[in-house]
């Protein structure tokens, strides 16, 4: 299929001599061929009829595996053409969004991706006709006057950012509106094609395009790559940046210019109204998925291009689906899906820890209690009945039984044939001597260290003791000069023997004397 044929199918005109060639020669045969040739009839003028402008995919009687494997075999011009073009516009977009929403100023990527719209119809209005420079240029520099005019809102008066962002943001919107109403209304206006800026046209990228997406890409990668660490200063410590005299305004102002680079070349395929969700959608992903900027760089980019893949992709699979927002929806399917299973910040991992977190505690506090049982008969026995510890715990018989039961689940503890009595397991006692340890040697640095009263200190304990790693617990026994005892009287078991003589060190890490 010819690249002509594939951009008429997208949506181009339908005046192709061509296809109307087609449309005679069936209509000659239709008398012939009868209820057949009409059907064939109606295909075609579906074919020459024009296509909703943002989609990618053929107007053909396909199915979804034929769309697929023609799209995996990368034939048709338009599609190569379209499909580099979504993917450098996800490369640009989401190495710049990474900046833009660790700043804090996604706003700014939608006030942007509005305010270029008069400069659109401005760069449109100089020769006539859609050149993708005239265009950059125009919408370049109504976006540089979209930043000045609110940072001069925000330093003259007392609104704050975010109020100047949506004053400028509607302000501009609503010129570009009556500016492309009014070229609409012009001779040419019908064919202007600024139309599809409000909601994208992939299948429009030309090689022009493709062109200028790449000259951009390549100069945001060496942006960052030469002014990162000045980026990075910006970013997290722009107040300290400025006692060392780096220049962050003149990062800070490349910076918008390459975002509204980035958001003009996007708005080919994707459109003003969707825009600044390519800008957010990957870097907000990457955000949930690394707390390094460098990775989180990688990840945007890498999430941006798979984006605009996928949107390419599944806007070929049927007839009049749209690229820009099946984009916009694998961005949405990307984030859910960090949002859930993040390993760091997943709102399902969270869950799960915080339930692990709870066992674990649970477990713990229940080998604390048979260890306190055993103590008070001074060890005499090996076994803790589910009564004795139901009595300590003041709980019911049953939920001892539970507990019990989760013990021996968890390989720290095994119930006698009757159910009545509770063992250790080598694996417990070490784990119950352990939590015993580390609340005892706790209750002994408030109380030696911090100075705090001995009947004060044993809540903070019992909620410190679940989370003293094995490095805390030596230095606090360093600190303590290894003790024997806790304020209280009672043996701390496992500590280590206090002939062993103590090394310097410095003050327990997180807790100054």
Request: proline share 3%; hydrophobic share 50%; net charge positive.
């Amino acid at each position: 299929m010819s690249r002509a044929n594939w951009r008429v199918a997208k949506g181009g005109s339908g005046d192709d001599p061509r296809l109307e060639m087609n449309r005679q020669g069936m209509i000659s045969r239709f008398a012939r061929h009868g209820r057949k040739i009409l059907m064939l009839l109606l295909l075609a003028l579906v074919v020459a009829s024009p296509a909703h402008a943002a989609r990618i995919g053929d107007v053909t009687d396909t199915n979804a595996w034929e769309q697929a494997l023609r799209f995996f075999s990368f034939r048709d011009d338009g599609l190569r053409v379209a499909l580099a073009g979504c993917m450098l516009l996800g490369l640009n977009c989401g190495l710049l969004g990474g900046f833009i929403v660790v700043r804090r100023l996604s706003l700014v990527g939608d006030t942007l991706s509005h305010a270029v719209l008069p400069g659109v119809a401005l760069g449109f209005l100089w020769n006539m006709s859609k050149h993708p420079v005239a265009i950059l240029v125009g919408a370049t520099l109504v976006g540089g006057l979209a930043m000045l005019v609110v940072n001069v809102i925000t330093r003259t008066t007392k609104l704050k950012q975010d109020t100047a962002l949506g004053l400028v943001l509607s302000s501009f919107f609503a010129i570009g509106l009556c500016l492309v109403s009014i070229i609409q209304q012009l001779p040419t206006g019908n064919k202007s094609g600024l139309d599809k800026f409000f909601f994208g046209q992939a299948a429009a990228i030309s090689e022009g395009d493709l062109w200028l997406l790449s000259g951009t890409s390549l100069v945001s990668l060496t942006f960052l790559a030469v002014c990162y660490r000045g980026l990075l200063t910006l970013s997290f410590h722009r107040g300290y940046g400025e006692t060392l005299g780096l220049p962050m305004s003149w990062l800070h102002h490349v910076l918008m210019l390459l975002t509204s680079f980035a958001v003009v070349t996007a708005m080919q395929a994707v459109g003003v109204v969707l825009v600044s969700a390519m800008l957010i959608i990957p870097a907000a992903t990457a955000y949930l998925l690394t707390d390094r900027m460098h990775r989180l760089l990688v990840y945007a980019a890498v999430l941006g291009v798979l984006t605009a893949a996928l949107g390419a992709f599944f806007s070929f699979l049927g007839n009049n689906l749209p690229t820009g927002p099946f984009m916009v929806l694998a961005g949405a399917v990307f984030f859910l899906a960090a949002f859930f299973l993040s390993p760091r910040h997943g709102w399902l991992v969270r869950l799960w820890r915080q339930r692990s977190r709870r066992l674990r505690t649970e477990r713990e506090n229940t080998l604390k209690a048979m260890h306190r049982v055993l103590e008070n008969r001074q060890f005499h026995g090996e076994s803790v009945s589910l009564l004795e510890l139901a009595q300590l715990r003041r709980e019911t018989l049953e939920e001892s039984r539970l507990r019990a039961l989760e013990l021996q689940r968890a390989h720290l503890a095994t119930l006698s044939e009757g159910g009545k009595e509770l063992h250790f397991t080598p694996q417990g006692w070490q784990q119950a001597q352990a939590i015993v340890r580390n609340h005892r040697l706790w209750e002994l640095y408030l109380t030696n260290i911090m100075q705090f009263e001995s009947d004060h200190v044993h809540d903070e304990a019992e909620k410190i003791e679940h989370i003293l790693g094995a490095d805390a617990v030596r230095e606090l026994e360093r600190k303590l000069a290894f003790p024997q005892t806790d304020p209280h009287g009672r043996k701390i078991p496992g500590v280590r023997e206090a002939d062993m003589a103590p090394q310097p060190t410095s003050d327990l890490t997180g807790y100054k004397s």
